[in-house]
Every structure is written in C-alpha cells, then in structure tokens.
C-alpha cells in the first residue's frame, strides 16, 4: 500500500484507506445487492407510516440533476387505493399488486423546475426555470433521467430499512396517468410494491453479465 492511500491522524499512521473506512461491511452489501430479490409475495404485515416517512428522507439524498429532484411518489396502502390500480395493471402483476402492504406509484413531475427556488439557490433559479419551460422535451427528458434515478434509491432505501421491493412495468400508463394524475404535470414512471416479502417463494437468481460482457475500462 502507498502512502497516498494511508491516513495520518495526529502524526499516527493508520492501516486502512480511505475507501475501507467508509465501505459497508458484507452484511449490509448482501441486504442491498447480493442477496436481494425482487419479490412476487407478501406478508399480510403492514408497513407503518412512519417507516414510509424514513424511506423517503432516505431516497431524496441521492443525486440528481442540479439537486431538481423531479420523481413524486403516491404510496397506496388502502383496499380502496389499490383497487383504483388494479385494472391498469397487467394481469399477471395484479395479484401481487393487490396483496402488497404498500404500492409505491413512482412518477415524475414535467414542470419539477418550478421548485429550482429552493432546490438549485445558487444555480440561477430563474435562468434553469425559463431554460426548461422553453424547451419541454429536455424537461422531459430530465424529468425520466433523474426521475428513474430517485426511484432506484427508493428500491435501495427499502432494502437499507428492511423492507422487500417488487418493481415493475407491466401497466397502462395512460390510464394510470388519468386515474391518479388526472389535470397534473405528474406522469407514471413505474410501480413498485413493497413491504416484507415471502422468500420460500422465491427461484434460484437469474444470470447477470459478466465484467467483460457489460464493463470496458479505458
């Protein structure tokens, strides 16, 4: 190891590198990447409130284009609510839709640079604002990018908090955009059941791609 990757902390050389200390240890990496599925099945257990509010002041800190944090989520967890969805899903995803503790409806908002004020203070609010209303298929376009990125932080939030989550694309999107988004500028991005999963059910994990399949380094 070089001494570029060693710490010195009041004259006192430590052993570890920078990266080793903040690095999660196996445990944790197994619960958010190695040993999470995306699940099917649920536990009749209901996810309380509170744990809802603690997931989303996880999943906002992430990244997302100048701090503009465009994904809105609609979290139903009643008969009633869930029975409003239904119908626009596809048939083989409804089961599993109905019988979730908490469907997460991940959407985006077209018109997110209208919070710039507060997101983006020191980014020129007003430039960023009137820079996306005349251009909305670059709002579009970040509105999906960094939208999908905070629906991605929500699945990895979930699982940090203990939770299983079960995303999926197979819906209506027009009616579902008319049943809950009706005279808004928010827009479905992609459904995403959660709560505590019934693992028995559960196949072996499909294939990745290997590094060299998927990774060139330059």
């Not at 906002?60 to 994904?71: E, H, I, M, R």
Request: aromatic share 8%; glycine share 6%.
């Amino acid at each position: 190891m070089s001494s570029f990757d060693r710490i010195l902390v009041k004259g006192e050389r430590m052993s570890t590198t920078v990266a080793e200390e903040r690095a999660l240890d196996s445990k944790s990496i197994d619960t958010l990447f190695r040993q999470a599925r995306t699940l099917r099945k649920w536990q009749p257990r209901k996810v309380e409130p509170a744990l809802l509010q603690e997931l989303y002041n996880l999943l906002k800190l992430g990244p997302t284009a100048s701090n503009l944090s465009p994904a809105r989520f609609v979290f139903l967890t009643t008969e009633e609510s869930k029975t409003r969805l239904l119908p626009h899903m596809w048939e083989g995803n409804r089961e599993q839709t109905r019988t979730a503790p908490v469907v997460a409806l991940v959407a985006y908002d077209l018109e997110f640079y209208q919070k710039a004020d507060k997101l983006t203070p020191k980014g020129n609010p007003e430039q960023v604002k009137a820079r996306l209303q005349n251009n909305p298929l670059m709002a579009e376009h970040l509105a999906k990018q960094s939208g999908t990125l905070q629906g991605a932080y929500l699945i990895m939030a979930a699982r940090a908090l203990g939770l299983d989550a079960g995303p999926m694309g197979g819906f209506d999107a027009d009616k579902i955009n008319q049943e809950f988004f009706a005279g808004t500028s928010l827009r479905i991005n992609f459904v995403c059941n959660l709560g505590y999963g019934e693992r028995d059910s559960l196949h072996s994990r499909l294939a990745r791609l290997d590094f060299e399949e998927a990774v060139t380094v330059l």
